[in-house]
């Protein structure tokens, strides 16, 4: 443990230093009725160069391995894995949330993370069902398809952001080199695979993406593919040029999607935004190192 930061609603951001030196940073986040979220790494950067997100001013850093991955969880526990586990086959109350949302791009590093969740799933190793395991991704594809295939009882979901070429593109000058075609297509055979609704992230940023056409392209989405749509508030980066959405503009924007869409539209609340600890904020830094 190389540093850690806690904030005034209970969430604590911890950074780790791997054998190499290398830095990486996850999140503890209390939730209802004692149970914990724990927001994973996979990578110490990430190559996909989101504009909004602090991990893509690092560059793409390294991948971590299968037990680099697997120990942040353990570690969040503090070394191990007491109250976790159940009885065979068992699914256990006590045990975390897992959500692949920290640092990097989880397809990028597919080998050491599908060994990472077979350990933590494993019924004799972890113990952690796979509903309480989502893995999130830009939109690769392959990387889609290949977890669908492997991992059907996990989560998947999706950071779309923006439902126009262009503005991806814009935004997200990695996963914009996806075809957005491509990347519903893969989409909706993911569910065909599965039988699951995909979760379409959508960070909310003012003026950006939060335009009646924007509404109007996300509702055209949903009646192509199985699916509901989590928004999330834009948490500021130092340096970069956004700022977060208002309560009232959120919500215009969730009730207009709502009544457009007809599926399910939830807002994520931000948890540790006052350490840098939420959704885009990782940067591996601006924590006092041991």
Known sequence: ??????????????????????LVESVAIPMEKGHSTFCLSTQ????????????????????????????QALMMTGGGRAGWTAGPGEDNPAAPNLV????????????NLAAALRVLNHNDLMQVGARRITV?????????????????????????????????????????KVPLESLIEACAEAHRITNKRITFEYLVIPGINDHDEDIAALAALSRRVLCKFNLIPLNPVPGLPYRAPRHEELNRFQEALLKASLCAVTLRKSHGRDIEGACGQLAAGGLELA
Not at 3 to 15: F, M, N, Y
Not at 152 to 161: F, I, N, Y
């Open 136 to 176: 999130s991704t830009v939109g690769l594809p392959e990387g889609i398809l290949r977890f669908s295939r492997d991992f059907p009882q996990m989560k998947l979901a999706v950071s779309l952001h923006a439902a126009h070429e262009r503005l991806r593109r814009q935004l997200m000058p990695g996963a914009g």
């Open 44 to 71: 110490t950067g990430c190559s996909m160069r989101c504009t909004f997100c602090a991990t893509g001013k690092l560059g793409p850093g390294r991948n971590l391995s299968a037990g680099e991955i697997v120990a």
């Open 100 to 111: 692949f949302m920290g640092m990097g791009e989880p397809f990028l590093n597919y080998e």
């Open 1 to 22: 443990l190389a540093g850690e930061s806690a904030s005034v609603d209970g969430t604590v951001k911890k950074l780790w230093r791997l054998n190499d030196g290398a």
